[in-house]
Every structure is written in structure tokens, then in C-alpha cells.
């Protein structure tokens, strides 16, 4: 059975409202605010202070996940039609409705979403660095409000959509998709015309890497709406300089992204912030896309029958982001979990990629990738210019967000792919969720 959650709107909802940050109509009731339930199931009261789907108990939620936004189903390269329970391919993220983004144009240059309670600024116009972005959120005064903030990774990353397609091109006027609402956020490709590439549009957090990638680099985790993923990014150009980021600020729910774990004492693990149980282990071994699918399936712990692979968005909110191999020893997750230690591809001890149930489509091979989460470094292969040798390094952090095809060789990889030599393992491991 697949269950559906009724989000029960918070009191920092319920403030928004009063506050006239938000209402029925908009931003004090003007004509030109837009609202949308981007699914049928999904109605916005204002008046209860509520958002219900259409069946399921009422929860209380201060993280709640938004949905990916997946509805197209995948086998291991191809769309297929929706697979029944028992046949391949079944517990992919299409097959799951969980909340969906409720966006008000608010009419002033700011969006709400009324499912996670956070507003936004829609239009983050030209690029600035970090420490631009990290200071200027101090004197932002967009709207009359004066308590914007940069937003944490797990902020930003709500407003993902894997609905969007990795361009594989290298000139403006492709055929690409981008992995964020553009009918309610202003969004950019990178300026091909200024030297950059088509995917260059990363959007700064204001969540830091407690290591340092790249061989000694500080690094801040953003989010890139041109290809959809999460990457630890140097905040200096290796070309010289400071990188320049996209920015939006955020306000409201300053709870969201904090979890609340409880350890059941069964093998699972609730987080009542976020309204959803997890396998307290995980599979210890490797798999490929689809064999992570029916094992979540067939699993059996703490004696529930209705577990999932989970979505992008769901797996990376258990990211402890305090925490890295090379800092804490440790996967980035909470210690009330337990995680499998692996040997890496440099013979060294390291945690491991985890399959999520989103397919990451690209514009060239279509379905042939899913997303995993770095719980341990981030490797990828950087290959000397001078010397055509190949180095090991932590390129994009514990807790980055990228893909791996979803069957294959690995050893077809042996040096790994795209501009950082993003290391390849097919077989990630699993840990699976259900509805608490």
C-alpha cells in the first residue's frame, strides 16, 4: 500500500498568515498573487491553517519533505509504463505522492511555500560570491522584511524538481529542462557569452564543508538547478579569485531541516520532524539500481511490510552535515544510526554512495542514471595536465547529491567521469524508508 501523509500547517504558518505574509489571495489580498497546489490531492486553507492531502493521519510537521516532483517511470534506461507490485523496476519515486510545493506569489518580488512555511525571494539576479552572499543577507530589506537569511543546504535543496533534464551541451539554445520551478523562480543557465558553460549555475547555501575538498579547499554545499545535483564548491576560483554564485535568501520556519530522531528500538529510527521512519542499518553490501529497489520492497524490519528506496529529497535530509570522514571518522549521519564502512577506490576506509529512487535524467542517455547521496567523501579522479597522473581526491564533500548509472561495470570507469573524474560504483548501498 502506498500511504499519504496530511500536513498539519505549523504555527510559523499560522504567524505567516497573521503577519500578512501570506494569504488565501496573496500578499494583502492582491490581484496579481498566484497560488497553486501543483497536485489535485493538495488543498491550501488559509482559514484552518492548514494543508491536506486526501487521505492519512494529521501530523504536525516542522521539516516536512517536499516532493521531487518525478512522474515519469524509468527501467534502467528507457521510460516504461508504472510497474505493478512484483514486477521490476516497482518503488521507484513516481510511484510515490508525497507533499507537494503550494507556491504564492506574493506580488512584491517573494514566494511562499506553504507546505515547508519558508518565503523566498524569487529573482536572485547577477552572481556574487560567498562572502557577499553571507554578509548581504543583513542589510536585505526585500518586501518590508529584515530578518531574511541565506538558506542551508537543506533549505534550498526543498526547491529541486527532478522533473528537469542534465544538459549535455556546451552552447546556449540546447534542448534543457532546469531542476526548479521557473513559472515561480527566476532561473539561469551560465552566460556561455562570459566564458562559462551552460551548467554553470550553482546557487550558494550558507552551509559550510566541516572538511575541505579539492585537496585543502574551503568549501561551501550549493545546489545546481542547471544539472540537478548538490557539490561541495570551492569558495575561491581555482582560476584566481573568488567563484561567484547565484543567491536567493530565505525567511520563516527557522526549524526547517532539523531533525528530530527517535530510535524505536526495532531497527528503525523515526524522525517525528519530518513524519518519516528509517532502517536504522542499512544493506552492508552493494547493489545496482533495480536490486535496491526490491530489496527495500522485501524488507521486512521492525516488522513493517510498506517499505521504499527513498526519494533524493527524503534520503538527503538524514545528512549530518556537522560531520565527514576525514573530520569526525564517520559517515555524515547521525550516530543513531549505523553505516557500513567501505574501501574506497584508493584502498583507503570510507562510507559509502546510497541509492535514492529518483532517476536523474540527462539529455542524451534519458534514464539511465539515479541519484545516490554521498554519506562519505565525495571522490572523484583530478588528472594533472602536466603529468597526465591521475590523483584520489575528496572533490565535492560528504553529503553531495550526484548519480551513477544504474547498471553496469564499474571497471568501465576506472577513472570516473565528468569534469572532476566523479568516481562510478553501481552498486551503492541502500537504506530504506516508510511513512511513520
Known amino acids: 500500500m502506498m500511504k499519504q501523509r496530511t500536513l498539519k500547517t505549523s504555527s510559523w504558518i499560522v504567524a505567516l498568515l497573521l503577519l500578512g505574509g501570506v494569504s488565501a489571495c496573496g500578499n494583502d489580498g492582491a490581484d496579481d498573487s498566484t497560488t497553486t497546489a501543483t497536485d489535485a490531492s493538495e488543498t491550501v486553507t488559509a482559514e484552518a491553517g492548514s494543508s491536506t492531502t486526501a487521505v492519512g493521519a494529521t501530523v504536525d510537521l516542522s521539516y516536512p519533505i517536499v516532493d521531487t516532483g518525478q512522474v515519469l517511470f524509468y527501467d534502467d534506461s528507457d521510460k516504461i509504463e508504472a510497474p505493478g507490485i512484483g514486477e521490476a523496476f516497482f518503488g521507484q519515486d513516481a510511484g510515490y505522492d508525497g507533499l507537494q510545493p503550494s507556491y504564492t506569489d506574493n506580488g512584491d518580488g517573494t514566494l511562499t511555500d506553504l507546505t515547508t512555511g519558508l518565503m523566498w525571494q524569487q529573482d536572485p539576479g547577477d552572481k556574487t560570491t560567498y562572502a557577499e552572499a553571507a554578509a548581504g543577507a543583513d542589510s536585505f530589506g ?159 524490519t521492525g516488522g513493517y511490510d510498506e517499505w521504499r528506496l527513498p526519494n533524493a529529497k527524503e534520503l538527503q535530509s538524514i545528512v549530518d552535515y556537522t560531520r565527514s570522514t576525514a573530520i569526525t571518522d564517520s559517515a555524515a549521519i547521525d550516530p543513531i544510526f549505523s553505516a557500513s564502512a567501505i574501501t574506497d577506490e584508493g584502498g583507503g576506509t570510507n562510507y559509502g554512495f546510497y541509492w535514492t529512487g529518483t532517476t536523474h535524467a540527462r539529455d542524451v542517455v534519458g534514464g539511465r542514471d ?48 565528468g569534469p572532476q573524474g566523479d568516481v562510478v560504483r553501481i552498486d551503492n548501498l541502500v537504506r530504506c524508508v516508510a511513512d511513520a
Open 370 to 417: 539515479a541519484v545516490y547521496v554521498a554519506f562519505g567523501e565525495a571522490l572523484g579522479w583530478m588528472k594533472d595536465p602536466r603529468t597526465g597522473e591521475y590523483t584520489l581526491l575528496d572533490v565535492h564533500g560528504a553529503g553531495a547529491q550526484r548519480s551513477d548509472p544504474k547498471t553496469g561495470n564499474a571497471a568501465d570507469f576506472a577513472y570516473g567521469r
Open 142 to 300: 526585500l518586501a518590508g522584511y529584515d530578518d531574511w537569511r541565506l538558506p542551508s543546504i537543506k533549505e534550498l535543496y526543498s526547491l529541486i524538481q527532478f522533473s528537469g533534464v542534465d544538459p549535455n551541451c556546451m552552447e546556449a539554445g540546447c534542448d534543457t529542462i532546469p531542476f526548479i520551478d521557473t513559472d515561480f523562480f527566476v532561473f539561469q543557465y551560465g552566460d556561455i557569452d562570459a566564458g562559462e558553460r551552460v551548467i554553470d549555475s550553482q546557487w550558494a547555501t550558507s552551509t559550510l564543508y566541516v572538511g575541505t575538498t579539492m585537496g585543502g579547499n574551503d568549501t561551501m554545499f550549493g545546489v545546481n538547478f542547471a544539472d540537478g545535483r548538490i557539490k561541495g564548491y570551492p569558495i575561491t576560483d581555482p582560476q584566481g579569485g573568488e567563484k561567484a554564485f547565484f543567491v536567493i535568501y530565505v525567511r520563516g520556519n527557522p526549524d526547517y531541516g532539523v531533525n528530530d530522531f527517535v530510535d524505536n528500538g526495532d531497527g528503525t529510527v523515526s524522525d517525528v520532524a519530518t513524519g518519516l521512519m528509517w532502517q536504522q542499518g542499512d544493506s552492508i553490501d552493494g547493489m545496482d539500481w533495480s536490486e535496491a529497489l526490491d530489496y527495500c520492497t522485501a524488507l521486512d
